[in-house]
């Protein structure tokens, strides 16, 4: 839920030479159950939890050698407990 009916928002993009290319991702963020509205402490966690978890996730070249083909992949994180988004979809039920 909106706090406001309409929102001014911005986006900066910054280039250095016309031979760069999109971005390949974008960061959507969902406030946590139970919160309201953003806080500027949530949203600086919540970037900070997702440049720790880039870190985590970065792999070199050689690493990626024997994996090539199932590449690009989804990962769906799942917390059982609550504390973050995820998903969960054993809640979509099982088709034989």
Do not use: C, K
């Amino acid at each position: 839920m909106l706090p406001n009916a309409e929102e001014t928002t911005a986006i900066a993009y910054h280039a250095e030479t016309p031979g760069q290319s999109a971005p390949q991702a974008i960061l959507l963020a969902v406030a946590p159950a139970g919160t309201p509205q953003w806080s500027s402490t949530l949203l600086e966690e919540t970037l900070l939890d997702t440049l720790d978890l880039a870190h985590v996730r970065a792999v070199d070249i050689e690493a990626l050698s024997g994996v090539g083909q199932f590449l690009p992949a989804l990962a769906f994180p799942l917390n059982r407990d609550g504390e973050t988004a995820s998903t969960d979809f054993s809640r979509l039920g099982v088709r034989d």
